[in-house]
């Protein structure tokens, strides 16, 4: 009888195997034809008889690692395989039949060897004329050495949620997916695709451009550059307000740098005035705070505030920073506040005014004020303020001021990558154009601020609205303007290469803004 048997279910190998059943008598002609090859070839017929073994084998626990270009490092346990193998196994247990005729007497010793690689020894003595039917039975134990031939397939799931990486040129909160190519460590090689799901917030050490952009920065007037060599200036170090004022004044002529150290206390409502001069720096050390001392300039021209505290400046008419018929003044880098208490009377953060001109406000934080930035100090000035006030705002954080922190009268200015918040709920305003103002407000984003943008007729008539060119703000809402009347301001620098996109703004400004963040 003829079996057809998959012996692999994997390789799908197929195998013909004969069924003898044990102990029945051949038909004559398969002895005839069994003496035969017997007599030719001295082997023995092998029956094979199949049988199904079941070979379990455990291979090994794969480990992968895995090599993500963005430097993860992820292990997947890989579950372990088994392979069932179904396959002929030679176990020889038949009696084998063997035949011998001897026509002459003698005494021999056959040596019967069986073609089932068992060796079957038959031993005979006959007499003349004998003939014998000698029965052999072979009940060898066999071994079988079988190869298992299996093919694994795996999913290998990396559960990995670290990842950590380092770019230079943005800050990323969010969910990456990879696909890597996998490695076992057992005797399969397979290529899997790992889907790595990323939860982890990135934490990127962001270097931003901390260089000079704005209007500030634009060669007009009598000033072609901004600033000067430090290598041919006079530096003075100074701890008090005397000493900051006496620098000043005292100055030969040459340009000057005032380095100031420590905590300046005043409660006689004095002021760091710089007036009728041109090209003085002053220049916070570490943690340098002017507490009850503002900073005025007047009739001067480039002029750089930088690295300074300057807080609770007492006085109706006293601002903690004032700039008055001056250009190309460059305030950087400040954290500039007041409170809200009103219990003492304070006045505003930062004003600008009387036509003054070519004015960059940049990496600042001002904050907790009942007063706002103010641009143009009154509606009736316009014949001093109208084609003047060129001002760029950029990379500050207005917070918790009221009723709303930059208000700009006649003039152009360029409000970009700056925060907004306030967080007391009621009314307050971001950005106010008002009397012919032309404001661009780009890539802006507002938290908590009702009017995020708001043209306002100050004035008698309509023309005198101001006008905003609303470019990529947000809020918590989603998207912020236009909003009408509009206008187009010709930004006269670049400036591209500062932009910051408004999902990564915040948390870079909080990392930069203020005072000792200079790189």
Same mark, same amino acid.
């Given at each position: ?95 084998? &039949? ?21 060796? *079957? ?53 969010? /969910? ?7 490695? *076992? ?212 954080? &207005? ?16 409000? &970009?990558?700056?925060? &907004? ?76 290469? /500062?932009?910051?996109? /408004? ?17």
């Amino acid at each position: 009888m003829t079996r057809i048997r998959h012996i692999n279910r994997k390789t799908t190998r197929t195998e013909v195997a004969i069924d003898i059943p044990g102990r029945r008598r051949l038909p004559l002609i398969a002895i005839f034809m069994a003496t035969c090859i017997f007599a030719c070839s001295e082997k023995l017929l092998t029956p094979v008889i199949v049988v199904q073994d079941t070979a379990t084998t455990r291979l090994p626990l794969d480990t992968a690692t895995v090599i993500s270009p963005d430097t993860t490092v992820s292990t997947a346990p890989d579950t372990q395989s088994t392979a069932t193998d179904t396959h002929s196994t030679p176990i020889d247990t038949a009696t084998d &039949f063997d035949t011998a005729t001897q026509t002459e007497p003698q005494s021999d010793s056959d040596s019967l060897v069986d073609t089932d690689s068992h060796p *079957d020894t038959l031993s005979d003595s006959a007499a003349d004329t004998d003939t014998g039917t000698f029965q052999s039975t072979d009940s060898g134990t066999h071994s079988d050495s079988g190869t298992i031939d299996s093919t694994d397939s795996h999913t290998a799931t990396d559960t990995d949620t670290t990842a950590t990486d380092t770019a230079d040129t943005e800050t990323v909160t969010g /969910t990456a997916t990879d696909t890597h190519i996998l490695q *076992d460590s057992d005797t399969l090689t397979e290529t899997d695709s790992i889907e790595v799901i990323d939860t982890d917030t990135y934490s990127y050490v962001y270097v931003p451009e901390f260089s000079h952009v704005g209007f500030a920065a634009v060669p007009a007037l009598d000033v072609s550059e901004f600033g000067f060599n430090p290598a041919d200036a006079t530096t003075v170090e100074a701890t008090s307000i005397d000493e900051i004022n006496a620098a000043i004044a005292n100055r030969d002529g040459t340009p000057l740098i005032i380095y100031i150290s420590g905590t300046l206390i005043s409660e006689e409502n004095a002021q760091i005035i710089i007036d009728n001069e041109r090209d003085v720096q002053l220049i916070g050390r570490i943690t340098t705070s002017l507490q009850g001392i503002g900073v005025t300039v007047r009739d001067s021209a480039n002029i750089l505030i930088q690295n300074l505290s300057i807080h609770h400046v007492v006085g109706s008419n006293d601002d903690c920073i004032n700039i008055e018929n001056s250009h190309h003044i460059w305030i950087d880098h400040c954290d500039v506040y007041n409170d809200r208490s009103g219990s003492v009377e304070y006045d505003g953060l930062l004003d600008i005014t009387h036509g003054s001109d070519y004015i960059t406000v940049s990496w600042n934080h001002f904050h907790e004020n009942l007063k706002g930035l103010i641009a143009g100090h009154s509606n009736s000035n316009g014949d001093e303020d109208s084609g003047k006030l060129h001002i760029t705002y950029h990379h500050n954080i &207005f917070s918790n001021i009221s009723p709303g922190p930059i208000s700009v009268r006649f003039g152009q200015a360029h409000v &970009f990558n700056n925060l &907004f918040r306030y967080d007391f709920g009621d009314s307050t305003i971001g950005i106010s154009a008002r009397m012919t103002a032309c404001v661009r407000a780009e890539l802006n984003r507002f938290r908590g601020v009702n009017e995020p943008l708001k043209t306002d007729q100050s004035g008698d008539t309509p023309d005198e609205l101001g006008r905003i060119e609303a470019l990529q703000n947000v809020d918590d809402n989603g998207s912020v303007g236009p909003i009408a009347p509009e206008c187009q301001l010709a930004v006269p620098y670049e400036y591209t290469h /500062t932009v910051t996109d /408004t999902t990564y703004l915040e948390a870079l400004l909080y990392q930069n803004i203020g005072i000792d963040r200079l790189r």
